[in-house]
């Protein structure tokens, strides 16, 4: 049975550094692809991150340069380290992963990310 738990959300400063981390029970790396979603208030949710199972990564214009996304495979953990933050990075951020050959697709409960003077 998969699992996705977030942590290490909290407040940040502008410029400031977080590390997200997700625990992904149950998920067998190389038969997913491990992404990072956020969204905002009145906002639709949206890609941040993507690790696909053979290691790469892909991120959208918004983020790229300061947020890395990366998995422990011995921890089943991926993590997403955010850098540089701005006060549009706040939002809910979400672990998610997606099977590559089934319809599976699994969501965590989500960590509050701020950022704020």
């Known amino acids: 049975q998969v699992q996705l738990v977030e942590s290490g959300g909290g407040l940040a400063h502008p410029g400031g550094s977080l590390r997200l981390s997700c625990d992904a029970s149950?998920?067998?790396?190389?038969?997913?692809?491990m992404n990072w979603y956020r969204q905002a208030p009145g906002k639709q949710r949206v890609l941040v991150a993507a690790l696909t199972s053979g290691g790469s990564a892909v991120y959208p214009d918004s983020v790229k340069g300061r947020f890395t996304i990366s998995r422990d495979n011995a921890k089943n953990t991926v993590y997403l380290q955010m850098n540089v933050l701005k006060p549009e990075d706040t939002a809910v951020y979400y672990c998610?992963?997606?099977?590559?050959?089934?319809?599976?697709?699994?969501w965590g409960q989500g960590t509050q990310v701020t950022v704020s003077s």
């Open positions: 149950g998920v067998i790396f190389s038969m997913y692809t």
């Open positions: 998610n992963a997606r099977a590559i050959r089934t319809s599976a697709n699994y």
